[in-house]
């Protein structure tokens, strides 16, 4: 047998020793009612993959440090207090959503550590040798108790995608905005007051997530950004969009819900590719005509804000689907919305 399958089973235990099988190089036992491992998994000297998500292990056995062929290790939804005992070889190490207080030091000797997640524990700090893994690829640290991000996360020359959303942090480093981002930076839920000029660097990120913090500006730099199609910030408290916004020309959605927007800045019309609009609770009395030029725009949502009125323009958007203008007080635009629906648009007022 090289595979042992359980996941969801019902087990309390394994249903048989591990060291009976010395060929295993998978064993899924994910999403049982397990709370310990025998000491014997050690001796799986072919073991390549351990799947243990969502049972009741308070801790793991030091043995699994000793598993020579062991590349990935899945502990998401435990009752760890701490983090395992790992061999160096390992690539991807999943343990969100545990009772982890503190990242111990040893995790930098995992240089070949791919994927690392430690989102959803009780983490205050992380030990400076995380941020000197040369191989890392992602790294979750949401949903923790960090103060803190420092400089030396420049170390993380592989990193791709990092997500510190819903922690305590008050600032980002400036490094930040020298990594090389990819896949998506997650930054919400935190209290930033500002965000480096450094993310405008950021040009082959693809998803910006920067939502509810206590942000009055987004930096001008943005729009160095050239890769990002998702852009989110909503529940801030933005007074103004910057101008060079309208140059992200592969932005697909733009969130700003939330804030306290009074106009928008008429390089937006730029945004050629931009298919989403969300300005949902701002403070918006009008809404500029060159919104007509936003030829892809499908999805367009105005509830709540000051409007009065609507650009004639609005007709023109050809791929428009769904327009929302609830939580307005329009005077008098029945034409505009009835001539929308007439050729199928949802218009909700």
């Known amino acids: 047998m090289i595979e042992l399958r359980a996941p969801g089973a019902g087990l309390t235990r394994l249903p048989e020793d591990p060291a009976d099988h010395p060929g295993l190089r998978l064993i899924d036992v994910a999403w049982n009612d397990l709370a310990e491992l025998p000491p014997s998994i050690g001796k799986l000297a072919a073991l390549e993959e351990l799947r243990l998500d969502g049972n009741r292990f308070a801790c793991l056995p030091a043995e699994l440090g000793d598993l020579p062929a062991l590349?990935?290790?899945?502990?998401?939804?435990?009752?760890?207090?701490?983090?395992?005992?790992?061999?160096?070889?390992?690539?991807?190490?999943?343990?969100?959503?545990?009772?982890?207080?503190?990242a111990p030091a040893r995790l930098g000797g995992l240089q070949r550590l791919r994927h690392l997640s430690l989102g959803g524990n009780r983490l205050?700090?992380?030990?400076?040798?995380?941020?000197?893994?040369?191989?890392?690829?992602?790294?979750?640290?949401?949903?923790?108790?960090?103060?803190?991000?420092?400089?030396?996360?420049?170390?993380?020359?592989?990193?791709?995608?990092?997500?510190?959303?819903?922690?305590?942090?008050?600032?980002?480093?400036?490094?930040?905005?020298?990594?090389g981002?990819?896949?998506?930076?997650?930054?919400?839920?935190?209290?930033?007051?500002?965000?480096?000029?450094?993310?405008?660097?950021l040009d082959r990120l693809a998803y910006l997530n920067v939502s509810d913090n206590r942000?009055?500006?987004?930096?001008?730099?943005?729009?160095?950004?050239?890769?990002?199609?998702?852009?989110?910030?909503d529940g801030n408290r933005l007074t103004a969009l910057p101008a060079s916004l309208g140059g992200l020309r592969r932005l697909v959605e733009l969130h700003v819900r939330g804030n306290r927007l009074t106009s928008l800045p008429a390089e937006l019309a730029g945004l050629g590719a931009l298919r989403e609009l969300n300005l949902r609770d701002n403070l918006l009395a009008e809404l500029p005509g060159w919104v007509s030029r936003l030829s892809r725009l499908r999805h367009l949502d105005l509830r709540n804000n000051r409007l009065r009125a609507l650009p004639e323009s609005l007709a023109e958007l050809p791929e428009l689907e769904r327009l929302?203008?609830?939580?307005?007080?329009?005077?008098?635009?029945?034409?505009?919305?009835?001539?929308?629906?007439?050729?199928?648009?949802?218009?909700?007022?």
């Open 71 to 102: 590349r990935a290790l899945h502990a998401d939804g435990n009752e760890l207090s701490d983090v395992p005992s790992c061999p160096p070889g390992l690539e991807v190490l999943f343990l969100y959503g545990n009772a982890i207080t503190t």
């Open 124 to 179: 205050t700090t992380v030990p400076g040798e995380l941020w000197r893994l040369p191989s890392l690829e992602s790294l979750n640290l949401a949903q923790n108790q960090l103060t803190d991000l420092p400089a030396d996360i420049r170390g993380l020359r592989s990193l791709r995608m990092l997500d510190v959303a819903h922690n305590l942090l008050g600032s980002l480093p400036e490094e930040l905005g020298r990594l």
């Open 181 to 201: 981002l990819t896949d998506y930076l997650y930054v919400g839920d935190n209290r930033l007051t500002e965000l480096p000029a450094s993310l405008g660097g």
């Open 215 to 233: 942000l009055t500006a987004l930096p001008a730099t943005i729009g160095g950004m050239a890769a990002l199609r998702e852009l989110r910030a």
């Open 324 to 349: 929302d203008l609830r939580w307005n007080k329009l005077d008098d635009s029945r034409a505009l919305v009835e001539a929308l629906r007439g050729r199928g648009v949802a218009v909700l007022d």
